[in-house]
């Protein structure tokens, strides 16, 4: 399957050699290309400060709130250069971004937040009405805490809320940044099997940077890692999951153990110069 989505017609998504500053001097992204094939599940994996955000907010021309500029490189969607195009343009052509730690309108209830993300349909309230009840198959929790206030709900809720509100925007494409973050790893499963669940039933395409490298690699297709702004190495996800550098470098920070990490990150840099 994977094979088929890879080989048919242009990418979704291509990021071409992009290169992004912030504040016109600290250089953060230094060439960065990837591909989204349409359909697909990619992850964008690395550190924290490797440039996953960078990369997504490049995408989804969210920089220019943080005095960020991409200064080269193209990004092209359904083969159209994107550039320059507002986030609210981007939603209407089908690109949502769901930011990392899950950005709720706290003083909202659940349902509000989630209508929230239907504000560039002209598709009228009955469609809408009848995807927010799409939204709580997915998300059955949802429905049982419709009317609590988002800021008094679980941080697994929050990030279901947060998902839950890019899809009531009809999206093509999800950009979602380390849904992971500060959650318990059975929850952690249980948003990444509504990802998957999504990408099957509903054919919406995902762009996932995560540090959780192995819950992402079990769930993407392809996979890419980002390294101090460049990409070091790509590859389907299951070449990279048995990859021995990979589950070297990242097991400790997947298990949050400092020292077990610093050791990893060491013995990987050793390793990396040997192989280069
Ligand atoms: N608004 C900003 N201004 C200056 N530097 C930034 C800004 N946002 C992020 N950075 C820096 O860019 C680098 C990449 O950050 P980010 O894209 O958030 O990485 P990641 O999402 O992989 O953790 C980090 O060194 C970070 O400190
Ligand atoms: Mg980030």
Known sequence: MEAALTDSAAPLLIVNNIEVVYDHVILVLKGVSLEVPEGGIVALLGANGAGKTTTLKSISNLLVAERGDITKGTIDYQGQRIQGLSANQLVKRGIVQVMEGRRCFEHLTVEENLMTGAFTRRDGAASIRQDLELVYTYFPRLKVRRTSTAGY??????QMTALGRALMARPKMILLDEPSMGLAPQLVEEIF????????????????AEQNTNMALRYSHYGYILENGR??????????????????????????DQKA???????????????G
């Open 153 to 158: 709900t679980s941080g697994g809720e929050q």
């Open 193 to 208: 099997e509504i990802v998957k669940k999504l990408n099957e039933a509903e054919q919406v395409t995902f762009l996932l």
């Open 231 to 256: 990409i070091v190495m790509e590859g389907d996800a299951a070449s990279l999951a048995g990859n021995d550098d990979i589950k070297e470098f990242y097991l400790g920070i997947a298990q949050g």
């Open 261 to 275: 990490n610093f050791r990893a990150t060491k013995h990987y840099r050793r390793r990396k110069r040997w192989l």
